[in-house]
């Protein structure tokens, strides 16, 4: 059906955009964590809750890219 085409066109272009959105603050909260020890990260509450929000956009990427592999380019 020719009606959806433009439809599932505006759909996969955002998901693209928060695909690369989601891998730039999955990249910047890694690098946060790279500058400290793994004994600070687990004794420092912000530093607890930046791995919480990094392993969610990991597993969120994970799965947008096992789904969608053509995201990746």
């Known amino acids: 059906m020719e009606q959806y085409q433009t439809l599932i066109g505006v759909v996969l272009e955002k998901l693209t955009q928060t695909y690369k959105e989601m891998k730039f603050n999955y990249d ?5 964590l790279r500058t400290h020890t ?36």
């Open 28 to 32: 910047g909260l890694e690098g946060v």
């Open 38 to 73: 793994s004994e600070e990260i687990s004794n420092t509450p912000e530093l607890i809750t930046i791995t919480e929000l990094r392993d969610s956009y990991g597993e969120l990427i994970s799965t947008l890219e096992k789904r969608f592999p053509g995201i990746k380019s």
